[in-house]
Every structure is written in C-alpha cells, then in structure tokens.
C-alpha cells in the first residue's frame, strides 16, 4: 500500500510538469528535439550505431545460443576439433574491420564539422564562474556587448525551501539569456576563471569544456527561433546545479533590436571610476548589485546560510580597513567558497560593498570609491 502511495503521489506530480519546449521533457527517454543541423546529425549518428550494434549483438548471441542448446553433451554431441580454412581467419579479421570503418567514416564527419568554428557571423565569449556563466560578443552584430547570466532568483528560493513549486523551467530560468539570431553560425569560446565548467545545451548539439587558463571553442547555427536550454555539465562545486544555460535565438529583425537595446543599456550604465559618489547614491545603487549577484547566498537580510558567513555584523565588512572587504571581493576567500567577483565594474564592486557597509545593523556609514577599487586591482 505504501508503495502503491508514493507511486501515486510521484505520478500526480509529475503530471503537473509538462515538456518544457527547447528543453527536457517529463519522462525523457531520446536526445532532446534538434534544433541545427549538427544536432540532426548526432541523432542519425546514434541510431545508425545502435542498430550495428543491435545487429551484431543478435547475430552472436543467436549463434551462441544455438550452438549451446544444439550442440549440448545431454543430447550427445562430442566435442571435435575443427578445421580452419583460411576464409575462416580471412573473415573474421576482415568482416570486423569493414564494421568499424563503416562505423567511423560518418562518426569523422560529424566530429570534423563540431570542430569547424571558421567564418562565424557572430562569436560570443562564455566565461564559467561559480556559479553563473559571463557573456561577452567579441565579434559581429552586438559587439561589445557583455553581462552576466544568474539562476532567478526566486528558482533559488523555491530550492532552498525542500518544497519547490511543479514548475516546468524549475532551476533553468536565469535573469539574462543569451540571445542570438536564427540561421547565423555562433562560434562560442569557452574559459573559466576559477574550476572546469562545461557549456551545454542538448537541443544544439553543442558540449564544450571551460577550462581555466585555456581557451577552448564550439559553434551552433539554430534553425529555428525559440528558447533553449542547458545546464553545465561538468561537476564544479556545491551549486554546480544552479548554473543553468538559457540561449534566446531571435529573427534578425528581433535581434538587431535587442542589440540596439543592450546598446543603449550599456551606454547608460557606462560609469567613470573617477567619479566621487555621496553615500546614499552608492547605497542604493549597491542594493541592486547585492539583490542581482549576492542575495542568492547571502540573503537579502544579510543573515547567510549554513556554512555562507553573514555580511550582518561581519568583521571583514564593517573594518575600518577597506582593503580587506575589497580584496575578499577581488580575490574571493576560502578556496573558492566566497568567489571573486573581479567581473564586475569598478563602480559597482564600491556600491554593494558601500551597501553591506551600511545595511542591517552595519550602521557605519563607511564609504567605498569607485577609485579605491580601481586602485586595488592593480
């Protein structure tokens, strides 16, 4: 009865999830639905080596069986030596060998082609960090464009609880998406700034390791608009499953318009270092910076969790030394466990450390320039 219970219970929730459309489906059992040609092509590979597969799995067990169940001594066969001509041992060598260059010449062609990251329309750069992925378009329409794509914040939250809600996206909804235009190829250069991360989205084909001090690089052409998903897949540290990969491919129409868009964004949040700020500006710029990068671990009142120190009453945070919250934020601390967040800008690593200065019962209305900063990292 308990049995019969839980397999009830098990099977009404997963009736609450549907396919998530350009990511995993309920009860997934095939590759996800392709969306290039690679993918396409990935596919035909598999099953084509399944079915050689299958062929001679049947062909030498069925021989197999028949010889033990024919030949058996019950029935009164003796064992005999056989002769071995010659085609015999020509056969065996040759058959196998035709097998494997049947099996390797469409294998070599599909791997060639992933490899082939020559004329790219547009070539972005995917940085792993724990735990979130760093966007920068290096080449083509939307150069210069750069921001960093975070698990929302709310997928976190639902996590946290031990009873997330049945959600079809559940901890594959980040806060900025790649996007990138239909029908173009997409070089991706992967690296990573801290452990080996792995960037990979199913319906693309597409897996590629980010390795620190290397640079390693894959390519994608979707042959259609929509959204798709991934995780990385390399096991990078305790929230290794709260980095997820969320790729947008627009029309090129669409997408010339979110660049312009980005464009301007970046424009406007373009801050000189230089610049002297009062504390209240920088406080309540701060709170956006800790709510979109920091809230996650350190929750939004500061208090942390388990092992996540709290930024409430912290010595490091209300010193009067500054160097030592700047370097903690520049170089990470605890061999990893607090990362660096070296890719932030310089204005706004001084506003969330000004904000967690000044928030809660961090009451010490200390102040951290954008020049202090800038100063630190040389």
């Not at 998530?20 to 035909?44: C, D, K, M, S, Y």
């Not at 997928?155 to 990138?180: C, F, I, Q, W």
């Not at 990573?192 to 590629?208: E, L, R, S, Y």
């Not at 980095?243 to 000189?272: C, F, G, N, R, T």
Request: aromatic share 8%; charged share 20%.
């Amino acid at each position: 009865m308990l049995a019969l219970g839980a397999g009830a219970w098990v099977s009404a929730a997963a009736q609450q999830v549907k396919d998530l459309p350009g990511g995993p489906a309920v009860n997934q059992l095939n590759f996800a639905p392709p969306a290039t040609r690679i993918a396409e092509e990935q596919h035909w590979l598999h099953w084509f080596m399944m079915g050689i597969c299958a062929v001679i799995f049947v062909v030498v067990f069925g021989v197999m069986f028949y010889s033990i169940l024919k030949h058996r001594k019950s029935v009164g066969h003796k064992a005999q030596a056989l002769p071995e001509p010659i085609w015999v041992e020509l056969g065996w060598t040759i058959v196998p060998l035709l097998i494997v260059i049947g099996m390797a010449l469409p294998a070599t062609k599909v791997l060639v082609a992933q490899k082939d990251t020559t004329n790219a329309d547009v070539t972005i750069k995917a940085v792993g960090m724990q735990w979130k992925w760093g966007y920068e378009y290096l080449k083509g329409e939307g150069e210069g464009i750069n921001f960093l794509s975070t698990l929302d914040n709310n997928h976190r939250v639902m996590s946290s609880s031990g009873k997330p809600e049945a959600t079809d996206d559940y901890l594959l909804k980040v806060d900025n998406p790649l996007v990138v235009p239909v029908g173009k190829k997409i070089r991706i250069i992967t690296t990573a700034n801290d452990v080996i991360h792995a960037w990979m989205v199913p319906a693309f084909g597409v897996k590629q390791d980010a390795i620190p001090g290397f640079v390693r690089d894959t390519w994608f052409r979707a042959e259609k608009v929509g959204d798709f998903y991934g995780q990385c897949a390399e096991l990078c540290g305790k929230e290794h499953a709260y980095m997820p990969i969320h790729v947008k491919v627009l029309s090129a129409e669409d997408y010339s318009a979110w660049v312009a868009a980005e464009q301007k964004k970046l424009a406007a949040k373009a801050d000189d270092p230089t610049k002297v700020w009062n504390l209240a500006d920088l406080v309540k710029r701060g709170e956006s910076v800790y709510a979109a990068n920091c809230q996650a671990c350190h929750q939004a009142n500061g208090k942390g969790a388990g092992p996540i120190k709290p930024l409430d009453g912290s010595a490091v945070v209300v010193d009067a030394d500054k160097a030592k919250i700047i370097n903690v934020l520049l170089n990470g601390q605890n061999n990893g466990a607090m990362p660096a967040w070296k890719q932030l800008s310089d204005t706004e690593l001084a506003a969330v450390m000004t904000y967690a200065k000044n928030s809660w019962s961090n009451k010490t209305e200390q102040i951290i320039q954008p020049a202090d900063v800038l100063a630190a990292r040389k």
